[in-house]
């Protein structure tokens, strides 16, 4: 990024790391904007990408966020959000999240795509995901948040690398070929006991909706969809609270099923 970076969007970027680093939350950093404007977090969120890159890190995908129209409606937005997926977030399929790795995490479940061709058109439509994506998983979510409380607005969430976490992929890739990603069912259970269930309805109305709208916006800004990235397309469920112990796992009709536990507090793995 250039050098005239305003002072405000290093400040935001640098309160989110510092948050990162030392595992304690900070208090909202919308103050610093004006009010809703994303434009502005996006430019927060890319230095914070760009600083990562710098550091070693590597881009495998992205995310999308906001997909529900309730939580839209609570945010008072009337579009999704995006967020850069790092190589070191992936937690293996049925593998263990470190004790105090994460601040404050919830889990979501989502249809992750992988793609076989590069989306880089503006107007991107569903003919051409389909036409791009090379096979679809099961997948989990661990959303996370370096704002205090979950005390977010869209600000602060965009900023925040659309309240990234980690991120577990199901094992046995599924070609769309024959598969209605918006009929599909999903359940998450906790423990065993049921805690969230939607359709791929639920998510912008299908899932291929929300890859559209995000190979659009990103293909908008100059950084496209490539081929090979990872897409998680954005909550079928209510996300819910994870805590030490506790074990998700989620089918998802015609996918198959993920599963993740969270360490016991002392426990690194």
């Known amino acids: 990024m250039s050098q005239d970076v305003p002072p405000a969007v290093v400040k ?13 939350p900070c208090p909202p950093v919308r103050p610093l904007f004006a009010d809703g404007d994303v434009e502005t ?12 890159l710098t550091a070693g890190r590597r881009i495998v995908g992205r995310k999308i966020g906001l997909t529900s129209p309730a939580v839209q409606a609570q945010l008072g937005v009337d579009q ?18 470190p004790a105090g790795a994460l601040l404050q995490p919830k889990v979501e479940a989502e249809v992750a795509l992988v793609l076989a061709h590069d989306l880089p058109h503006r107007e991107c439509t569903v003919a051409d995901v389909l036409r791009a994506v090379d096979f679809a998983l099961p997948a989990l979510e661990i959303v996370d948040s370096r704002i205090a409380g979950w005390d ?20 046995t890739p ?8 918006r009929a599909v069912e999903m359940t998450m259970t906790r423990a065993g006991e049921t805690v969230s269930r939607g359709t791929g309805a639920d998510c912008l109305g299908s899932p291929l909706n929300a890859a559209a709208w995000l190979a659009g916006a990103l293909a908008g800004r100059g950084d496209p969809l490539r081929a090979g990235d990872v897409l998680l397309t954005g909550a079928l469920g209510p996300m819910v609270p994870a805590a030490p112990g506790d074990t998700f796992e ?8 993920v599963q993740v536990t969270f360490a016991a507090q002392g426990e690194e793995k």
């Open 12 to 24: 935001a970027a640098d309160a989110l790391a510092e948050a990162t680093r030392t595992r304690v």
């Open 250 to 257: 989620a089918t998802i009709t015609g996918l198959g099923s």
């Open 174 to 181: 599924v070609p769309l070929t024959g598969l209605d990603l």
């Open 152 to 171: 977010i607005s869209i600000v602060d969430t965009v900023a925040d690398n659309a309240s990234c976490g980690l991120y577990v992929l199901g094992g």
């Open 41 to 52: 977090a996006y430019v927060v969120q890319r230095l914070n990408v760009q600083r990562a």
């Open 80 to 97: 999704p959000d995006f967020g850069a997926l790092f190589a070191d977030m992936e937690v293996a399929q049925g593998g263990v999240v």
